[in-house]
């Protein structure tokens, strides 16, 4: 098979904000207690902190992580996770039916964040709190003034302000899963009046205002409308999240679930423009899509696991190699939607639907799905072209026509690179793949790293990472060849600047 790339170096989608590369941290299973922090590992540090996990989470040079939830801030008091920590107290997190000990707090991750290179993206309780909690929470976090929330977080040793600049206005409060749910009504009137008070505290501060959980919500569109005609002057984005699967054991529709986000984005930025229109309003409300992964084999665990324990086994997703296709297609499409999707969120990070796993006491290794995040977050910095793809293409489920490739093109002009993202979605036969990228003369065929295995079932384990890259023999000369169903990274160089 047969395809082709048309870009133009003059015609973008927009810059890319590195902030797409997020990922998130939830009190949720093993993603904290014995995830990111075990002071009995032995490569724990001063703070137990794992440095294993750390220094795997480095390599994914990540900016940003959305903490502490997810379903669990809608149920979070805050004050019970900082200070002292033997007087903390255990609670009961009626989200995931375990036991939460507090013994970490944002004392110690925002601590955690900055061995991370990262910055926190805090969550407020819209659930069972509201503006007066978080109030207190921003001032505590960021508060410079001789007043109480900000005098108890120097007194708990922080003389500076965490300096957080990015919050969100509750977690999916449109799923009745949610503790304390509201309407669309109910949250538009609660986030309002919670962004006034955060901002009239820190006015450098960003907000986003939860959207819809899932784009096949009943909901959806709907909730957005309300929701924004509320929020809309005192808000900066809106939230999106998508989890896919592939239940029905169908690999060519589940890699056309790409294409599903694509539309997802699409839409939600097209209600945002018709409320910006509606307020004739000049600001323009951007996307935060703040959870997106794979997930379907671990969905509702906690309904069938033994009640109230300290740190289970939760949505530990075993993730294969057609999973890491999929992610890896999803990256491309937050890329090409750029001008749009300014945050974007990998759900989770450590242990729950993750990258990265961990053995208690033990080893910590790579999921499958972790290289096409990392190169992504590596390499796709720049601006993104809008590409003309020449593709053969099937139909998905739904009757939509998928072209096979699927692909993103980012000129990241401070190295001098034409990154090319591509995934050959054919099951059956390699791509050769040609291309034309118009007004990148002198550009040479540099390197070319592909992630390939013949069984798409196949997962890495903490013995063996049978899914890792590989670097392919690059060949001028030669045509590129995209095997079939591959992920894979071409790199363009300038010539004039090596
Ligand atoms: O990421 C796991 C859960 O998925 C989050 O807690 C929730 O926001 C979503 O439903």
Sequence with gaps: M??????????????????????FIEHLGRAVYNGIYEPTHITADDMGFRGDVLELINQLNIPIVRYPGGNFVSGYNWEDGIGDKSKRPHKLDLAWLSIETNEV????????????????????????????EARS???YCNGRTNTY????????????????????????MDGDWQICHKTAEEYGRAATETAKVLKWIDPDIELVACGSSDPNMPTYGEWERTVLDHTYDYIDYLSLHCYYGNKANNTLDFLARAEDMDRFIKNTANICDEIKAKKNSEKTVNL?????????????????????????????????FEDALLVGCMLMTLQNNCDRVKIACLAQLVNVIAPIMTENGGKAWKQTIFYPYMYASLYGNGATL???IESDAYKSGEGWDIPYLCTSVIDNKDRGEVVVFAVNRSLEENMELQLDLDGFDGYTFKEHIELYCDDLNTVNSKDSEKI?????YVNQAEPIILQKHSWNMLIFCDKKEK
């Design 2 to 23: 047969k395809a082709k790339i048309t870009v133009n170096k003059n015609n973008k989608v927009g810059q890319i904000d590195r902030r797409i590369y997020g990922s």
């Design 105 to 132: 707090g944002i004392d110690e991750f925002q601590e955690w964040a900055k061995r991370a290179n990262t910055d926190v993206m805090m969550a407020v309780n819209l659930g069972t709190r509201g503006p007066d």
């Design 137 to 139: 929470l921003i001032e």
């Design 149 to 172: 929330y900000a005098n108890l977080r120097r007194k708990n040793g922080f003389d500076e302000p965490f300096g957080i600049k990015l919050w969100c206005l509750g977690n999916e």
């Design 288 to 320: 935060s899509f703040d959870e997106w992964n794979v997930w379907y084999r671990t969905k509702d665990e906690e309904k069938s696991m033994e009640r109230w324990q300290i740190a289970p086994h939760l949505l530990e997703e075993k993730y294969n």
């Design 386 to 388: 809008k590409v003309n």
């Design 468 to 472: 890792h890259p590989n670097n392919r």
